[in-house]
């Protein structure tokens, strides 16, 4: 290794410790946040009131149909000129507000997709045995629906953790931001390989991960 690469390295890691943390807080925050909410939104968006389902259909619309990029700049800049509104959002708020109405919403249209598969002799079934709504739900529809979306919820949080990268466009120091740092520092491609590879160490551990969930959901098959 070059006396370089080393110096490269010596200014690179301690700026990846520290993006780590903002990449790491953007992912867990926003995947804690949409996973459960997505399915209320899911609910609410195969409703038979059209005043509940028509506004909901709008927001996912919206937010499947922009780029996230575009959702972080207008979340943070445009606010402030809003009268009605009048207020800036810092920059981690408007990360964690763009990044959760994204994700609920592509989360939100996998679930719905899980519900729509369910038989509805299902739902009949457990009317006939007593069974309240809510209880049909979460105890006998929702485990199914789970299990059934696994693969697609997987493929979602695997691209969570390459979008976190999006959080450098409003200043907020991240590995990729790392990267370019050092880059510009030194002139040198090699920071953004070194991090290229991290990306792909915890896009391995991620997806381990997801396997060993998805294994302990196939309980049937």
């Known amino acids: 290794m070059s006396r370089l690469e080393i110096k490269v390295l010596q200014m690179l890691m301690p700026l990846t410790i520290e ?26 968006r195969i409703s038979k009131n059209i005043f509940i389902s ?24 445009s606010f402030h000129f809003i009268p009605v ?44 045995l007593g069974f309240s709504k809510a209880h049909t739900f979460i105890k006998i529809i929702l485990p199914q629906v789970i299990k059934n979306v696994m693969p697609s919820v997987a493929n979602e949080v695997i691209t969570l953790v390459k979008d976190t990268s999006l959080v450098y466009i409003l200043g907020v120091s991240d590995i990729l931001k790392a990267a370019k740092s050092v880059s510009n520092v030194y ?7 070194y991090i290229g590879i991290l990306y792909l160490v915890i896009t391995a551990m991620m997806t381990k991960l997801l396997e060993k969930i998805e294994d ?3 309980y049937y098959r």
């Open 19 to 44: 993006g780590l943390k903002s990449t790491l807080g953007v992912f867990i925050v926003t995947l804690v946040v949409s996973l459960p909410l997505s399915i209320v939104v899911a609910r609410l």
């Open 54 to 77: 028509k506004p909901v259909g709008i927001y996912i619309y919206i937010m499947r149909g922009t780029p996230l990029l575009l959702q972080l700049m207008f979340i943070f800049f």
């Open 85 to 128: 509104i009048g207020y800036a959002f810092s920059r981690f708020q408007a990360i964690f507000i763009a990044f959760i109405l994204n994700y609920t919403a592509y989360f939100a249209e996998i679930f719905r997709g899980g519900i729509n598969s369910i038989d509805i002799g299902q739902y009949e079934a457990a009317e006939v």
């Open 187 to 193: 002139a040198t491609f090699s920071p953004y390989i």
């Open 216 to 218: 302990k959901f196939n």
